[in-house]
């Protein structure tokens, strides 16, 4: 969603690298580009000019530090500022004392209320709750159906009785507590544009259920028109937060950047795809990092701590080092990657991505044609692929709809990127440093061993003889073609693995 304003951010930013000191008609510059960058993006002009305002005071002020240059200094505030119009913090989910605590949804239809109603429910689920959820959108067809397929697949029950939305939401927080839900999240109707009545419901259902929390859904495709709906439902109901919809999607960002400043309450959650698992808290920090292309790299982790199981993510890395790693395991590790989302999300996260690579479309689609070619070999061309000859090739390409020449690049790639990890990881590993032990030769002053090769550098040292890991003497040694002749002797530490492992700790899967 925000890749036109990133890539704004960054032109205005890379014109600002080298200089010594910002004048002022310089900051003025700078902030005349940033201006444009967020009108552009749809933001609503009244945040564009107050975020304006404290970036120029900010830039010109005293609190500006010694140890950053001008391109530094303006990045720092700018993100801070961003961070503080996106709401400064993440807000914070508390539970009511005396159990349900009640949500209540609404916003315009077409929003995503029902679809994220579910999300909700999944996502306090996994904080260890047992949600309910209540079909009180008696007016739009199938929703409750709707409502009730979403349910079953997280498993969790949907209540909805009677033809009035109030009466429904009513009996639910009845049967809530009768049956020990501690969360009840209520789907109110929506409506193709603000009107009395659909006010008028809601605010009747609110009194009914006293929500603890009222979240507003919006889509982040309506860019400042999100602001009149915020305002409009804020004066009935006056929400707690707001629920932004289809942050995937190719809008300018508008809605976000402007919703808490104008309506002065927090984004609480974002939903980034069609999944029910593409929902999480709104990081008001980690979106402005991603807007500023220093990516989001809390995020990543986190969903990388989801998705892979950390005994199966110690034992790959411990085939990877001990050159064991076979297309079985990197078919494994796909599937886990799959799981963290989108690739192209994915990278979107990282930091420090050139704009080049951002843009780059990853489908999903090219991982799935390297899983169909692995799943078509056997096992054992999985654990060995050079075994696979020309009949092979010809027999896996049938089987998973692809061409010989696509068996044979992957085979290819995957052998080199095996040659790289054991060059990358191969000194240390045990086979290496046995090899190393049984090279090892006395040289012709007595010393204990000697190199195959010196550096002409380090040849030319002398000195005395420095002290090794506890203060241990380390052993002198003589180059190949020197003896007793009266040449300067190269010192060397003690390179014995066995005494080495002993003084250091020893790495993480290894």
């Avoid at 507590?177 to 006010?199: C, N, P, Y």
């Avoid at 701590?305 to 790959?316: I, L, R, S």
Wanted: charged share 30%; hydrophobic share 40%; aromatic share 4%.
């Amino acid at each position: 969603m925000f890749e036109s304003l990133t890539d704004r951010f960054e032109g205005i930013f890379d014109s600002l690298r080298g200089q010594g000191k910002l004048s002022e008609a310089e900051v003025d510059a700078t902030l005349r580009e940033i201006r444009l960058a967020l009108l552009e993006a749809d933001v609503n002009f009244a945040v564009v000019k107050a975020l304006q305002e404290r970036i120029r005071e900010r830039c010109i002020g005293d609190e500006l530090s010694t140890a950053l240059n001008p391109h530094q200094q303006v990045v720092k505030i700018v993100n801070e500022e961003l961070t503080r119009a996106l709401g400064g913090e993440t807000m914070a989910i508390t539970f009511a004392a005396k159990p349900p605590t009640v949500v209540l949804m609404a916003g315009l239809q077409g929003a995503g209320k029902t679809t994220n109603s579910a999300k909700l429910a999944k996502w306090f689920k996994s904080q260890g709750r047992n949600p309910l959820l209540v079909g009180a959108d008696l007016q739009r067809p199938a929703a409750v159906e709707q409502l009730r397929t979403l349910g079953r697949q997280i498993d969790v029950p949907v209540f909805s009785e009677s033809s009035d939305p109030v009466a429904v939401a009513a009996a639910a927080m009845i049967e809530a507590k009768g049956t020990g839900r501690d969360v009840v999240i209520v789907d109110t109707a929506g409506r193709l544009a603000i009107d009395e009545t659909l006010m008028a419901e809601v605010g009747l259902i609110s009194e009914a259920v006293e929500p603890d929390y009222t979240f507003l859904v919006i889509d982040a495709m309506t860019g400042q028109d999100a602001v009149t709906v915020a305002e409009s439902f804020h004066a009935t109901l006056e929400l707690d937060g707001v629920i932004l919809t289809k942050l995937d999607g190719d809008a300018r960002g508008g809605a976000a950047l402007s919703v808490k400043e104008v309506v002065g309450r927090p984004i609480a959650f974002a939903s980034t795809g069609e999944k029910l698992e593409d929902f999480d808290q709104f990081h008001p920090e980690r979106l402005a990092s991603r807007i500023l292309g220093m990516g989001d790299v809390l995020t990543l982790i986190e969903k990388a701590e989801e998705a892979f199981e950390q005994d199966e993510a110690e034992d790959a890395a411990q085939k990877m080092m001990e050159g064991q790693f076979t297309l079985e395991d990197f078919l494994g590790q796909m599937q886990q990657i799959k799981k963290m989302g989108p690739l192209g999300n994915l990278i979107g996260m990282l930091p420090g991505m050139p704009k080049e690579v951002r843009d780059v479309e990853i489908e999903d689609a090219q991982v799935a044609r390297l899983e169909a070619i692995i799943r078509s070999m056997t096992p054992d061309e999985r654990v060995t692929p050079e075994i696979i000859d020309a009949s092979r090739r010809e027999r896996i390409a049938n089987g998973s709809g692809m061409q010989p020449t696509d068996v044979a690049a992957l085979v290819e790639q995957f052998g080199q990127m095996q040659k790289m990890i054991k060059q990358m990881n191969g000194f240390g590993t045990k086979s290496t440093k046995k090899g190393r032990k049984g090279k090892r030769r006395k040289n012709r002053s007595g010393g204990r061993t000697t190199p195959r090769t010196g550096d002409p550098a380090l040849s030319a040292a002398g000195g005395d003889r420095p002290k090794g890991p506890k203060g241990k003497s380390n052993s002198r040694v003589t180059p190949k073609g020197t003896g007793s002749s009266g040449r300067k002797e190269l010192v060397l530490p003690d390179l014995d693995p066995e005494k080495l492992a002993e003084e250091f700790p020893r790495l993480p899967g290894r």
